[in-house]
């Protein structure tokens, strides 16, 4: 996939202000009766007037205790505000990402038996009018079980899908059938994503890690796509069900560049995910859980919670905390969960229910990532899916 430049002509023009302002402040410093000899007249302001926009040198003033008074402000943070939002639907992933600059992204859309209806609601309370960048982290319909219904309601009530961002790897279930069929019913376009690709999105940037540049299996978790979300100095992080291995392949490649404030917890809190080497060099402050309270797989893993603890990572579970709403201005960062409750890692591993208790909630539906049917594809694999990374439509 070609590198995306979007909404970068922001900073021509903040350039040309810039060079405008000096221009007048020049013209002032030279103007008759005005400079540092001129009387109260001048128009100056007195020697007690302030300017209640200036910031406070410490910033030790502001109500929130955050440090948005600083003096300086880093240049590739132009104003406005990051802001994600990790959606409760229980043992599934979808996640809302809302940029600065107006464009928004949603990571996965849930479980198929909700069929996009939790995450269309969470679009529509937020005022989505348009899909910017819809990424299918990989083909399990616990990830994109309602991709058809929001590609539907986007294409025809609202203002549509700028792009679909996939792995490549082919799945043979009637969600994934379902899904890429909607792809080509409303001609959206679809990149096959690898390490390395990158998208600008006016300020922020989003980075991907998975699946690997130069091979891509079969495997449909382990080449998922991996990706990252940056603005300013901070940066959030979501691998979706990739395991150790991959996790492992991605530390070797990608170092420094997994570095995250925020992560979004691997393969919903099983303990074949977030491994040692990956919490070491993605060294989170915040972790988010998504998996149901009764989730057949015991999700989240006791494992995975002792290890959050040994690090002293702030932990949100989707199923005691509900949605998750994290928010940046590039340098402070917040956390909003929908219901208070403990972010230890000890109190949520205390919160688990045990096996008898998740017998007695679990559901019985079948497995959402197992729906097998017969391969949508009769012979070869679909054209768009053979590794190239150009746009092209299923």
Same mark, same amino acid.
């Given at each position: 996939?070609?590198?995306?430049?979007? =909404? !970068?002509?922001?900073?021509?023009?903040?350039?040309?202000?810039?060079? /405008?302002?000096?221009? /007048?402040?020049?013209?002032? !410093?030279?103007?008759?009766?005005?400079?540092?000899? #001129?009387?109260?007249?001048? &128009?100056?302001?007195?020697?007690?007037?302030?300017?209640?926009?200036?910031?406070?040198?410490?910033?030790?003033?502001?109500?929130?205790?955050?440090?948005? &008074?600083?003096?300086?402000?880093?240049? %590739?943070?132009?104003?406005?505000?990051?802001?994600?939002? *990790?959606?409760?639907? !229980? @043992?599934?992933?979808?996640?809302?990402?809302?940029?600065?600059?107006?464009?928004?992204?949603?990571?996965?859309? !849930?479980?198929?038996?909700?069929? &996009?209806?939790?995450?269309?609601?969470?679009?529509?309370?937020?005022?989505?009018?348009?899909?910017?960048? /819809?990424?299918?982290?990989?083909?399990? #319909?616990?990830?994109?079980?309602?991709?058809?219904?929001?590609?539907?309601?986007?294409?025809?009530?609202?203002?549509?899908?700028?792009?679909?961002?996939?792995?490549?790897?082919?799945?043979?279930?009637?969600?994934?059938?379902?899904?890429?069929?909607?792809?080509?019913?409303?001609?959206?376009?679809?990149?096959?994503?690898?390490?390395?690709?990158?998208?600008?999105?006016?300020? #922020?940037?989003?980075?991907?890690?998975?699946?690997?540049?130069?091979?891509?299996?079969?495997?449909?978790?382990?080449?998922?796509?991996?990706?990252?979300?940056?603005?300013?100095?901070?940066?959030?992080?979501?691998?979706?069900?990739?395991?150790?291995?991959?996790?492992?392949?991605?530390?070797?490649?990608?170092?420094? =560049?997994?570095?995250?404030?925020?992560?979004?917890?691997?393969?919903?809190?099983?303990?074949?995910?977030?491994?040692?080497?990956?919490?070491?060099?993605?060294?989170?402050?915040?972790?988010?859980?998504?998996?149901?309270?009764?989730? @057949? *797989?015991?999700?989240?893993?006791?494992?995975?919670?002792?290890?959050?603890?040994?690090?002293?990572?702030?932990? *949100?579970?989707?199923?005691?905390?509900?949605?998750?709403?994290?928010?940046?201005?590039?340098?402070?960062?917040?956390? #909003?969960?929908?219901?208070?409750?403990?972010?230890?890692?000890? %109190? /949520?591993?205390?919160?688990?229910?045990?096996?008898?208790?998740?017998?007695?909630?679990?559901?019985?539906?079948?497995?959402?990532?197992?729906?097998?049917?017969?391969?949508?594809?009769?012979?070869?694999?679909?054209?768009?899916?053979?590794?190239?990374?150009?746009?092209? @439509?299923?």
């Amino acid at each position: 996939m070609s590198r995306i430049r979007a =909404a !970068g002509g922001w900073l021509v023009a903040v350039v040309l202000v810039v060079v /405008l302002v000096a221009v /007048l402040v020049v013209g002032i !410093g030279i103007a008759p009766g005005i400079g540092p000899d #001129a009387g109260s007249g001048s &128009g100056a302001p007195e020697a007690d007037d302030t300017d209640d926009t200036t910031p406070t040198e410490s910033g030790a003033d502001a109500d929130d205790g955050s440090d948005l &008074g600083r003096e300086e402000t880093p240049t %590739d943070v132009p104003g406005g505000e990051l802001r994600i939002r *990790y959606l409760d639907v !229980g @043992q599934a992933d979808a996640t809302v990402v809302e940029f600065p600059n107006g464009e928004a992204m949603l990571v996965d859309s !849930g479980d198929w038996r909700d069929d &996009g209806k939790r995450v269309l609601t969470a679009l529509r309370e937020q005022d989505v009018e348009r899909i910017d960048h /819809l990424v299918s982290t990989h083909a399990h #319909a616990d990830h994109i079980g309602g991709h058809e219904a929001v590609i539907d309601a986007y294409e025809t009530e609202y203002d549509g899908i700028g792009a679909v961002y996939d792995s490549g790897v082919v799945h043979t279930s009637r969600t994934y059938e379902r899904y890429l069929d909607a792809v080509e019913r409303h001609d959206v376009t679809l990149y096959e994503v690898r390490e390395g690709d990158a998208i600008d999105v006016g300020a #922020a940037s989003v980075e991907f890690h998975n699946p690997p540049a130069d091979t891509a299996g079969e495997d449909l978790d382990g080449n998922g796509v991996a990706l990252t979300v940056e603005y300013g100095d901070r940066t959030a992080l979501f691998t979706g069900d990739a395991e150790a291995a991959t996790e492992a392949r991605m530390v070797e490649a990608r170092g420094d =560049a997994l570095a995250s404030d925020v992560y979004q917890v691997g393969h919903h809190g099983s303990a074949t995910s977030s491994s040692d080497p990956l919490l070491a060099t993605v060294d989170p402050k915040v972790a988010v859980i998504s998996s149901a309270r009764d989730s @057949q *797989y015991g999700h989240p893993h006791e494992e995975v919670l002792a290890s959050f603890a040994d690090r002293g990572i702030e932990t *949100y579970w989707t199923a005691v905390h509900g949605d998750v709403v994290v928010t940046t201005d590039g340098r402070e960062l917040s956390v #909003a969960p929908a219901e208070e409750f403990s972010t230890d890692p000890e %109190d /949520l591993r205390e919160e688990r229910p045990d096996a008898d208790e998740r017998r007695e909630l679990a559901d019985p539906t079948i497995d959402a990532r197992a729906v097998p049917t017969p391969p949508p594809w009769t012979g070869a694999t679909p054209a768009w899916s053979t590794g190239s990374s150009t746009a092209r @439509q299923p």
